[in-house]
Each structure stands twice: as C-alpha cells, then as structure tokens.
C-alpha cells in the first residue's frame, strides 16, 4: 500500500464522482 493509493481513498470519499476516469485522464 503506498501514498498514491492514499490519495485514491481520499479523492474517492472526497469527489465520489467517477474518480477514476479523472485519475486516468491525469496520467
């Protein structure tokens, strides 16, 4: 478990919005 991962949990409870399609548009 690292800090990217932290901040994955993080964003998610934050912006439940489909986070993951913006942490794919970042990369």
């Known amino acids: 478990r690292n800090v ?3 901040i994955h949990d ?3 409870e934050k912006f439940p919005i489909s ?3 913006l ?3 970042a990369v």
């Open 19 to 21: 986070w993951e399609s």
């Open 10 to 12: 993080l964003a998610k």
């Open 4 to 6: 990217a991962w932290e």
């Open 23 to 25: 942490f794919y548009a």
